[in-house]
T-cell receptor, first 117, second 111 residues
Framework: GAVVSQHPSWVICKSGTSVKIECRSL??????MFWYRQFPKQSLMLMAT?????????EQGVEKDKFLINHASLTLSTLTVTSAHPEDSSFYIC?????????????FGEGSRLTVL | GESVGLHLPTLSVQEGDNSIINCAYS??????FIWYKQESGKGPQFIID?????DKRQGQRVTVLLNKTVKHLSLQIAATQPGDSAVYFC??????????FGAGTILRVKS
């Protein structure tokens, strides 16, 4: 089956620093990737839709200057949390949809847990 | 619809019993629905899906029912096992675009 890999799986950083999380589709090309954030005991909240070669589309209330998304190739999207603060501590999950497959099934990464001290 | 970020309800069932997990969705334009299972510290795992032109779909030990009239989905798990303990989310796909997750339900299986 399709595999989506995230790295790092967990990261601890100091307040004010920036953290980059990578999302890779390992055995398929993904024109579209999605970034979610999940707080403890809550659902996944869609942050943004990342399209290869174009700007990401952010959901209402998500600061595009704080959560920088880059989708430079068909197999890699990155999320950079800039000037991270403790309230940004969360579980960040990416998902990818196969190229030319206009179905809803997404393949999810295992998530990246960010802790900001 | 968008998850409201509420704390998750819990369903406790006895091992071997059937489980029914419910979900309400908000967007009548959604054309595709998926149930995911999420174990602690992991990403969501696909369970079963259903398109809006169907009202029932069966998998191995799982059945998804879709009632478009009241915008309701349910996931039925037969002969629930301890390994089924997890958080279950429904998700709706809005016109092949983005996938939006429902609030989720914690399933606890008692041995």
């Amino acid at each position: 089956g399709a595999v989506v890999s995230q790295h790092p799986s967990w990261v601890i950083c100091k307040s004010g620093t920036s953290v980059k999380i990578e999302c890779r589709s390992l055995d398929f090309q993904a024109t579209t990737m999605f970034w979610y954030r999940q707080f403890p005991k809550q659902s996944l909240m869609l942050m943004a839709t990342s399209n290869e070669g174009s700007k990401a589309t952010y959901e209402q209330g998500v600061e595009k200057d704080k959560f920088l998304i880059n989708h430079a190739s068909l197999t890699l999207s990155t999320l950079t949390v800039t000037s991270a603060h403790p309230e940004d501590s969360s579980f960040y999950i990416c998902s990818a949809r196969r190229t030319a497959a206009n179905t809803g099934e997404l393949f999810f990464g295992e998530g990246s847990r960010l802790t900001v001290l | 619809g968008e998850s409201v970020g509420l704390h998750l309800p819990t369903l406790s069932v006895q091992e071997g019993d059937n489980s029914i997990i419910n979900c309400a969705y908000s967007n009548s334009a959604s054309d595709y629905f998926i149930w995911y299972k999420q174990e602690s510290g992991k990403g969501p795992q696909f369970i079963i899906d259903i398109r809006s032109n169907m009202d029932k779909r069966q998998g191995q030990r799982v059945t998804v029912l879709l009632n478009k009239t009241v915008k309701h989905l349910s996931l039925q798990i037969a002969a629930t096992q301890p390994g089924d303990s997890a958080v279950y989310f429904c998700a709706e796909n809005e016109y092949g675009n983005k996938l939006v997750f429902g609030a989720g339900t914690i399933l606890r299986v008692k041995s």
